[in-house]
């Protein structure tokens, strides 16, 4: 397992891809198999996506009956979100070795760009969400927060489209060719950008405008993860755009956390709370009742 996923963090160039020139800029995409990804790595991606769904599944009708009772429709879109998410992370995740196989290029790019686009919706939308310091149920308020991260998402995946399929830059594709460069700068802005808007939150949170964010520790222990988990990221690309092995090491950590754990991560902090809410209310209401009819009048004598 360890041999697989160093050999994989190590790598500074993925497998031949048949779409791809053999060479650019002079230099050789072509490598031997022996670079496609091992068993153990995928596992390492695969098992925590299976898990995730299958918890989903599992609390999926109660979750369901929470939010059929007059829930917010930002949540309801929300929890629909997450399913699509896993869905599409899961597949990822999975089919790793399309990386490896002749003429799977555009295959995985697009699935690489669906997946992510839809990654980045839920970590765009949250924030909105959040900032707004309630849990609405209006529709103006849904349209409100996916209006805002529908056009951030539609822009990102548009340029990303036109990089990886217009100009050929091999974005969701480690190290490959000469265009690398360019791929890691790319990179290196798309990040700096989220990590900055989570910077920005920290910010505010220390400022004396700091009244105009949720009340809300989980919110700020998420904006702080992410915030840290942005410039270590930062700071692999900016390593690897300079051809240090290290960063690409660094990076390929990064996306395998961020594939494996994400989700869950978002789930546990966020959503968890909200469809245990109704159960916490119902404990207390029997609490309240029991108490009334005297059961706990001994516990005191």
Same mark, same amino acid.
């Given at each position: 397992?360890?041999?697989?996923?160093?050999?994989?963090?190590?790598?500074?160039?993925?497998?031949?891809?048949?779409?791809?020139?053999?060479?650019?800029?002079?230099?050789? @995409? @072509?490598?031997?198999?022996?670079?496609?990804? &091992?068993?153990?790595?995928?596992?390492?991606?695969?098992?925590?996506?299976?898990?995730?769904?299958?918890?989903?599944?599992?609390?999926?009708?109660?979750?369901?009956?929470?939010?059929?009772?007059?829930?917010?429709?930002?949540?309801?879109?929300?929890?629909?979100?997450?399913?699509?998410?896993?869905?599409?992370?899961?597949?990822?995740?999975?089919?790793?070795? =399309?990386?490896?196989?002749?003429?799977?290029?555009?295959?995985?790019?697009?699935? /690489?760009?669906?997946?992510?686009?839809?990654?980045?919706?839920?970590?765009?939308?949250?924030?909105?969400?959040?900032?707004?310091?309630?849990?609405?149920?209006?529709?103006?308020?849904?349209?409100?927060?996916?209006?805002?991260?529908?056009?951030?998402?539609?822009?990102?995946?548009?340029?990303?489209?036109? #990089?990886?399929?217009?100009?050929?830059?091999?974005?969701?594709?480690? &190290?490959?060719?000469?265009?690398?460069?360019?791929?890691?700068?790319?990179?290196?802005?798309?990040?700096?950008?989220?990590?900055?808007?989570? &910077?920005?939150?920290?910010?505010?949170?220390?400022?004396?405008? @700091?009244?105009?964010?949720?009340? @809300?520790?989980?919110?700020?222990? #998420?904006?702080?993860?992410?915030?840290?988990?942005?410039?270590?990221?930062?700071?692999?690309?900016?390593?690897?755009?300079?051809?240090?092995?290290?960063?690409? =090491?660094?990076?390929?950590? /990064?996306?395998?956390? #961020?594939?494996?754990?994400?989700?869950?991560?978002?789930?546990?902090?966020?959503?968890?709370?909200?469809?245990?809410?109704?159960?916490?209310?119902?404990?207390?209401?029997?609490?309240?009742?029991?108490?009334?009819?005297?059961?706990?009048?001994?516990?005191?004598?």
């Amino acid at each position: 397992m360890a041999t697989d996923l160093l050999q994989h963090l190590n790598a500074s160039v993925n497998p031949p891809i048949p779409s791809l020139p053999a060479t650019v800029d002079g230099e050789d @995409r @072509r490598l031997s198999s022996s670079n496609c990804h &091992g068993l153990w790595y995928s596992a390492v991606l695969v098992v925590p996506s299976v898990i995730f769904l299958v918890y989903l599944a599992f609390h999926a009708k109660k979750n369901l009956k929470k939010l059929s009772n007059g829930s917010s429709y930002i949540m309801i879109s929300y929890y629909a979100l997450v399913w699509v998410a896993a869905l599409l992370n899961l597949a990822w995740c999975a089919l790793q070795g =399309w990386q490896c196989s002749g003429g799977k290029a555009v295959a995985w790019n697009l699935l /690489t760009l669906f997946t992510a686009s839809a990654m980045m919706c839920l970590e765009i939308s949250l924030v909105a969400f959040l900032l707004q310091d309630n849990y609405s149920t209006g529709v103006e308020a849904l349209a409100q927060t996916f209006l805002f991260s529908g056009i951030v998402v539609s822009v990102d995946t548009l340029l990303k489209a036109i #990089y990886v399929f217009g100009f050929g830059v091999p974005l969701f594709m480690v &190290g490959v060719g000469g265009t690398t460069g360019v791929k890691w700068g790319l990179w290196f802005f798309h990040k700096s950008l989220l990590t900055a808007v989570y &910077g920005f939150i920290l910010f505010v949170h220390f400022s004396k405008w @700091r009244e105009k964010l949720p009340p @809300r520790p989980a919110f700020y222990n #998420y904006i702080v993860v992410m915030f840290v988990f942005g410039a270590v990221t930062m700071f692999a690309c900016g390593l690897a755009g300079i051809g240090a092995g290290f960063g690409i =090491w660094l990076y390929n950590l /990064t996306e395998i956390c #961020y594939h494996a754990l994400y989700l869950p991560f978002l789930y546990v902090t966020f959503l968890a709370d909200f469809f245990q809410e109704e159960q916490f209310l119902l404990d207390n209401a029997y609490y309240s009742e029991m108490k009334d009819a005297g059961f706990f009048d001994a516990d005191w004598d």
